[in-house]
């Protein structure tokens, strides 16, 4: 045996449960806390700049937050489609690759927020609402992927449920998340909490069980670990300076 091949009784599947239990916590909050932090504010684009010309620092932490959660969930769908192929393959692989999609076209319209906002600091709001206006039909890419946004949560919930991984409540939930507008600068409405809220109930405790099982880690994994983490926070830090 090749001494690059792993041992016969060592079994990984990416992402692993500690990459997919922190996702499964953090994700689905971070995406609810950008939805509160917002609803207060009228839904259209006119609105959401008025409110981040009147409030930059709370609409800058509402979209981070979202923006956050909505690369930070990858993991957690992995993994859930994961469990769910294991017996039903085929709504876990369609399903999953739609919302990973899904995932790739909310942040690139979390780019597009973030670009209006400096627009509003550079050039101010009635120029940046005008030019928003002038531009918010124009072509992308990203706007042929509306459809897996949609479509996949609801997709990989019928496989959880005719899977077993959920039951019809928690399916339900993992489903809500179809209802939570999609585009660019959209604001907060009952649907988009309660595709949130709809999201924590189901991850959230997925999460918590997936960080609790299996054993514990020993101080030399924790360590290298710690080691990990300040080498990424470093280069987090180095990266931004360009």
Sequence with gaps: MSSTQPPAHVV???????????????????????VLLRARFHFFFPDQLAAYDRHPMLMTAS???????????????SALALRIGA????PAAIGGGLILVGLFARTFHAGVDHLAFGLVDAQGRPSTTAAVADSYQAFHIFQYTSFAIMLGWPVLAIGAWRSGVLGPVRSLGLALMALLPLGVLKG??????????????VFVPLGLAALAEGPRPDRRSVARFGVAALAAVLLALVSSLG
């Design 12 to 34: 990984f599947a990416f992402p692993g449960r500690w990459l997919a239990g922190t996702s499964m916590l953090l994700g689905p909050v971070l995406l609810l806390s950008g």
């Design 63 to 77: 979209y981070g937050c979202f923006a956050a959660g909505t690369v930070a969930l990858w993991p957690a769908v």
């Design 87 to 90: 017996v039903r393959p085929a």
């Design 188 to 201: 907060t409405t009952p649907l988009s909490i309660a595709g949130a809220a709809g999201l924590c109930f």
